[in-house]
């Protein structure tokens, strides 16, 4: 198993987020050290927004350990790497688990989650984006996902990127009981998600209505992987 120096954790959904804790258990037996920088609340679907003209404030919630930034996922990294860390920078960036998938190349520009891990990696720092595909049907069990993305990792951090690159990995939802999945590389879904409006009352708002679920694909990219059962890994390259 290799081992790291120093491992920088960061999210999407908050530096309360359940999945940020899960990843910071799973991934300690990967490194000396763990340091978390995550947004002080929930950013999701937010992109590749940084703040560049206000203030950003970055408050300790454990000494030398973790940190929320009042900011977006890919403002934390910038944080990380330009201040909080910048005399000893990591040696790979995690960012997740999310709460929900991140499939396809729709999702890769949409996602805080994925634009975290894309921010380490215009830094040259390898970096995954760790996210959980959601059924509505099923409850979800953070300490299966937990093992999932520990066997995902586990694998990853073997294997070499190219300067400018990243994972991105979306752990399946699958039922209690269900066998372990495996982990395959594939392409992301070309195929849009599916965007669909209605009104509850005419002349009212429009609402987003569109299933996740159902969204197409060709039979063989990640959307199919995760749909199907097993961990879809993409090799994302700026």
């Given at each position: 198993?290799?081992?790291?120096?120093?491992?920088?954790?960061?999210?999407d959904?908050?530096?309360?987020?359940?999945g940020?804790?899960?990843?910071?258990?799973?991934?300690?037996?990967?490194?000396?050290?763990?340091?978390?920088?995550?947004?002080a609340?929930?950013?999701?679907?937010?992109?590749?927004r940084?703040?560049?003209?206000?203030?950003?404030?970055?408050?300790?919630?454990?000494?030398?350990?973790?940190?929320?930034?009042?900011?977006?996922?890919?403002d934390?990294?910038?944080?990380?790497?330009?201040?909080?860390?910048?005399?000893?920078?990591?040696?790979?960036?995690?960012?997740?688990?999310?709460?929900?998938?991140?499939?396809?190349?729709?999702?890769?520009?949409?996602?805080?989650?994925?634009?975290?891990?894309?921010?380490?990696?215009?830094?040259?720092?390898?970096?995954?984006?760790?996210?959980?595909?959601?059924?509505?049907?099923?409850?979800?069990d953070?300490?299966?996902?937990?093992?999932?993305?520990?066997?995902?990792?586990?694998?990853?951090?073997?294997?070499?990127l190219?300067?400018?690159?990243l994972w991105?990995?979306?752990?399946?939802?699958?039922?209690?009981?269900?066998?372990?999945?495996?982990?395959?590389?594939?392409?992301?879904?070309?195929?849009?998600?599916?965007?669909?409006?209605?009104?509850?009352?005419?002349?009212?708002?429009?609402?987003?209505?569109?299933?996740?679920?159902?969204?197409?694909?060709?039979?063989?990219?990640?959307?199919?992987?995760?749909?199907?059962?097993?961990?879809?890994?993409?090799?994302?390259?700026?």
């Open positions: 198993m290799r081992r790291f120096r120093r491992l920088l954790l960061t999210n959904d908050g530096i309360h987020a359940e940020l804790a899960v990843l910071e258990r799973v991934c300690a037996p990967f490194a000396d050290e763990i340091i978390t920088v995550a947004p609340e929930p950013a999701s679907q937010v992109g590749h940084v703040t560049t003209h206000e203030p950003v404030t970055v408050a300790e919630h454990a000494p030398g350990r973790r940190y929320a930034v009042h900011g977006s996922p890919a934390c990294v910038r944080v990380a790497l330009k201040s909080l860390l910048h005399d000893t920078p990591p040696d790979f960036v995690v960012s997740g688990i999310n709460h929900g998938g991140n499939l396809g190349r729709h999702d890769l520009y949409i996602s805080g989650t994925v634009a975290a891990a894309r921010e380490a990696a215009f830094h040259g720092v390898p970096a995954a984006a760790v996210s959980h595909f959601l059924r509505r049907e099923l409850p979800l953070w300490e299966a996902a937990g093992e999932r993305a520990r066997f995902a990792l586990e694998q990853l951090f073997g294997e070499p190219s300067d400018g690159e991105n990995i979306n752990l399946p939802h699958l039922p209690p009981g269900a066998g372990a999945p495996g982990v395959r590389h594939c392409e992301p879904e070309r195929h849009p998600l599916e965007v669909r409006f209605e009104r509850e009352s005419e002349g009212g708002p429009l609402l987003y209505t569109g299933r996740y679920h159902h969204r197409k694909h060709n039979g063989t990219s990640d959307v199919a992987v995760c749909f199907g059962g097993d961990i879809a890994v993409t090799r994302v390259a700026l």
